[in-house]
Each structure stands twice: as C-alpha cells, then as structure tokens.
C-alpha cells in the first residue's frame, strides 16, 4: 500500500516526538479531516515490521462503524514509511475543560459520562482495538451529547512497536498521560496490558468526574509512585464525604492495584452505573455554556501550510488573518504532498522550512509564546543557580576541615564559670622566655553555660 491515496495534506498542526499531526482534505473536495503520522523519521531497518503493525492496528480503527470512535477513513503505510491514517476531525470541549469550569459533576451527570465514554470503549474492545491512555483531555463532549474518545489504538501500537521510544521520551509521555495520576499501574511497571488496562482508565475518569481531582494527585513522579507503591486505594468520599457508597466502591474497584481484582469488563462498569445515570443531553442542559461545537483542529496554530508548487505558491496570496501566511513546501511542483517519500520532501525544502518542519513545537491556538526577553532571563538564572552551587561547594570543601578540626578540640573542664577564660598551662620545665614570640598569637577560650 502506498501514501495517502484519497486525502491530502494542508498544514501542519502540531510535531510531537512519535506523531505529526496535519489538516487534510478528501481529493474529491469532501470535509476536512485530521492526518496523523506515526513514527515520523523511524530508521528504514525498522520501518518494515512497523508498517505491518501499524495497518494490523490502524485497519482495526478503520472498521469500527460509531462515529465517536473517530473509525480511520484512511490508512496507508509503505515498507520505507510514512504511516498515516485519516479521521474525521471532531468537535467539542475536554472533560478537563469542563472540570475546570464547572468544577466536579452530579452523580447522575458524571454517571451518565462515564456510561457514554464505556460504550465507545466496549465498541472497540469489540473490535480488538484498545486505548490504554484515558484521560481528562482524550473525550470531547457536545452540547447535544456527543461524546468522542480520541488516539484509541495510538498506545497499543507505539507499545508493540517502539516500547522504548515510548518510554523514553517523556515529552511523548506527557502529551499522552497528561495526568499522571491516571495511568494504569501496569503500564508503568511494564507488565502485561489488556481490557483491565482501559477499565482502569474508566475507573479514573469516574473518580475525576465526580471529585474534580485525580485519584493520585501531584506531579509526575509523586503520583507514579503512589500508583506502585500505595498499599490503600484512594477514597473519593474523602473529597466528597456525600458522595453514594456504590459509586465510590465502584471506582476505588476500577482503579484497584492489580488487573485481576477489577471488573472483569467495561459491560460491568456500565451496568453498575445504569440505575445512577441521568440521560445524557438532558443531563448536560445546565452546562451548555461551557460546552462547545468547536472543531478540535482549532485548537492549534497552523506552523506550516503545505501548497504543491513552486510557481503557483509563489503567487499564493496570505489568507486573512489570524491564518498563517502561505508558504511554499516545495520547490518542484511534481512533488505531492502525502504522497511521496518524506526523505523526498524534505529534500525540497529550504533549510528554513526544513527546520519548522522536523522541529516545530506543538503551538494550541491563543497559547502564549515565550518571548526571547524571558528565555534569555531563564538562561541567566540557570547560569546563576549553577555558579552559586559552585561557590557553595568550594566554600564547603574549605572550610569543612577548620570546621571539624574545630569540633575535635578537647573541652575545657567541667565547673567554669560563665565567661572565664582559660588558658593553657605551659609544659613542666617549658622556658618561659622562649614563649614570649608566641604569647600573642595565643587566644583565649571563653565558656557560656
């Protein structure tokens, strides 16, 4: 199978260490859709066994039929790569963008949520397709109840084709493990990962949405260690002390320790939460000023737009603003975006191009830049932490041995009065006239009790 065949690209949206993410459109002129590239720059030794994988994954994605499983319109891969697959693109507001303005959920509301996100998920299991990533920022949410779960099969595959590139480019780690402390224990201790893995997933969403907190909350090391080394489960009646017994029982079961002692199903969870679950739309009325429409691709800021072509970019007028201006990718116009080799465009590219293009930063729309004043002021205070740390060691190697030199000096005699000086006494048979060079430099001894 070759390059993309019925999509190609328009911008680059956003480089991350194992992905690219692009706008695209069908060639028939259809809808815009999403093009996500895996595993860009894999060396050519190792792309063959990825190819394989990557369509053994992805063509589970594209056979899925519910459209909030966002099913692969296309996928194509080459033995050389690229891999790309295709998806609509969705819309709607996080669940962290929901929390975070509406703070935590009613049962009935969170029920109904987490029974939502369940029958997407139970719909891929069908299908042998898994998530293992669960998070706030991985389900979008409408107004009228449309609840899309977003990158399902994108940790199964990099899992079974690059476990160590995963594991080792924590930039990678935080794009998709944003919270921490929702990661299943099992995959942080590389033990084996399966349907339990995205019921524990569930589990933590349940506990996020009714609590407004992680079951593990803190930064990234603190929560990883809590998730491997606590020997309680978090309760989250101790953040919502009203909460219903069986809700709290039931995500402190789903985010157990060890696979075994969790529901054995997605269908499990679901059942146990039909007789608390409001339905859906009714239950989201009240937030409909929170949630959204907007079309996920709008969350970033375009870093490259592609146009075949040299003449004709050249000629290309600068979309209105706050688009990004136009700029030529290519310099011959046979060049095909999506559709030739990557070693082939980047060689097209000037340096400049070249270099937005392997190394641009994932930019979401309205995020702030930092500018060149506050890098620079980073940098200094670098300099200046390690210089001090340096001084402070120097002065600690100096001056420890007078330190401890001063500490093993024998103690004066027990019973001295408070500031009596004591003076050592000279040698029996000492000359004292030989002791007159000296008795200046003597100092006295003063005791406090």
Same mark, same amino acid.
């Given at each position: 199978?070759?390059?993309?065949?019925?999509?190609?690209?328009?911008?680059?949206?956003?480089?991350?260490?194992?992905?690219?993410?692009? *706008?695209?459109?069908?060639?028939?002129?259809?809808?815009?859709? +999403?093009?996500?590239?895996?595993?860009?720059?894999?060396?050519?030794?190792?792309c063959p066994a990825a190819s394989r994988l990557f369509l053994e994954h992805f063509g589970r994605r594209a056979a899925l039929s519910d459209p909030g499983t966002l099913p692969a319109r296309e996928v194509a891969a080459r033995e050389d790569g690229p891999f790309y697959y295709v998806t609509d693109v969705p819309s709607g507001t996080t669940l962290g963008e929901l929390l975070r303005a509406a703070g935590s959920l009613p049962v009935p509301v969170a029920a109904a949520v987490t029974i939502a996100i369940g029958n997407r998920l139970e719909h891929a299991h069908a299908a042998g397709l898994f998530h293992w990533a669960l998070h706030r920022d991985a389900v979008l949410l409408t107004?009228?109840?449309?609840?899309?779960?977003?990158?399902?099969?994108?940790?199964?595959?990099?899992?079974?084709?690059?476990?160590?590139?995963?594991?080792?480019?924590?930039?990678?780690?935080?794009?998709?493990?944003?919270?921490?402390?929702?990661?299943?224990?099992? +995959?942080?201790?590389?033990?084996?990962?399966?349907?339990?893995?995205?019921?524990?997933?569930?589990?933590?969403?349940?506990?996020?949405?009714? %609590?407004?907190?992680?079951?593990?909350?803190?930064?990234?090391?603190?929560?990883?260690?809590?998730?491997?080394?606590?020997?309680?489960?978090?309760?989250?009646?101790?953040?919502?002390?009203?909460?219903?017994?069986?809700?709290?029982?039931?995500?402190?079961?789903?985010?157990?320790?060890?696979?075994?002692?969790?529901?054995?199903?997605?269908?499990?969870?679901?059942?146990?939460?039909?007789?608390?679950?409001?339905? +859906?739309?009714?239950?989201?009325?009240?937030?409909?000023?929170?949630? *959204?429409?907007? @079309?996920? *691709?709008?969350?970033?800021?375009?870093? /490259?737009?592609?146009?075949?072509?040299?003449?004709?970019?050249?000629?290309?007028?600068?979309?209105?603003?706050?688009?990004?201006?136009?700029?030529?990718?290519?310099?011959? @116009?046979?060049?095909?975006?999506?559709?030739? @080799?990557?070693?082939? /465009?980047?060689?097209?590219?000037?340096?400049?191009?070249? %270099?937005?293009?392997?190394?641009?930063?994932?930019?979401?729309?309205?995020?702030?830049? +930092?500018?060149?004043?506050?890098?620079?002021?980073?940098?200094?205070?670098?300099?200046?932490?390690?210089?001090?740390?340096?001084?402070?060691?120097?002065?600690?190697? %100096?001056?420890?041995?007078?330190?401890?030199?001063?500490?093993?000096?024998?103690?004066?005699?027990?019973?001295?009065?408070?500031?009596?000086?004591?003076?050592?006494?000279?040698?029996?048979?000492?000359?004292?006239?030989?002791? #007159?060079? #000296?008795?200046?430099?003597?100092? *006295?001894?003063?005791?406090?009790?």
């Open positions: 199978m070759g390059a993309l065949a019925r999509h190609h690209l328009q911008s680059l949206l956003a480089v991350r260490p194992l992905e690219r993410l692009y *706008s695209g459109r069908a060639n028939d002129g259809g809808a815009d859709v +999403l093009v996500h590239q895996v595993l860009p720059g894999l060396p050519a030794i190792e107004p009228d109840g449309q609840t899309t779960v977003l990158d399902l099969g994108l940790v199964p595959f990099l899992d079974a084709c690059a476990p160590d590139r995963l594991r080792q480019a924590r930039s990678m780690w935080d794009i998709l493990f944003p919270d921490p402390g929702a990661v299943a224990p099992e +995959l942080l201790a590389g033990e084996p990962l399966g349907r339990a893995t995205d019921v524990y997933g569930l589990g933590a969403l349940l506990y996020l949405l009714v %609590t407004a907190v992680s079951p593990y909350p803190g930064r990234a090391m603190m929560a990883m260690n809590a998730i491997l080394g606590s020997r309680r489960l978090p309760d989250p009646r101790r953040e919502m002390p009203n909460l219903s017994p069986e809700i709290a029982e039931l995500a402190m079961a789903c985010i157990a320790r060890r696979p075994e002692e969790r529901p054995g199903s997605i269908g499990e969870v679901l059942a146990a939460l039909q007789r608390h679950a409001a339905t +859906l739309p009714d239950a989201l009325r009240s937030y409909g000023s929170v949630l *959204s429409t907007t @079309p996920y *691709s709008t969350r970033y800021t375009p870093r /490259l737009r592609l146009v075949a072509g040299g003449a004709e970019a050249a000629d290309a007028s600068p979309p209105e603003e706050p688009a990004p201006v136009v700029v030529a990718l290519f310099r011959q @116009p046979a060049a095909q975006p999506g559709r030739s @080799p990557e070693a082939a /465009l980047l060689t097209q590219m000037t340096t400049e191009q070249r %270099t937005l293009y392997l190394a641009a930063g994932n930019r979401r729309a309205g995020a702030s830049e +930092l500018s060149a004043t506050r890098l620079q002021r980073r940098l200094e205070i670098r300099r200046g932490a390690i210089v001090g740390a340096l001084v402070a060691l120097v002065l600690l190697v %100096t001056g420890l041995p007078a330190w401890l030199d001063r500490q093993s000096q024998p103690a004066p005699a027990a019973g001295t009065a408070r500031g009596a000086t004591v003076t050592t006494p000279p040698p029996l048979g000492a000359r004292r006239e030989a002791d #007159d060079g #000296d008795r200046a430099d003597r100092r *006295s001894i003063v005791l406090y009790r």
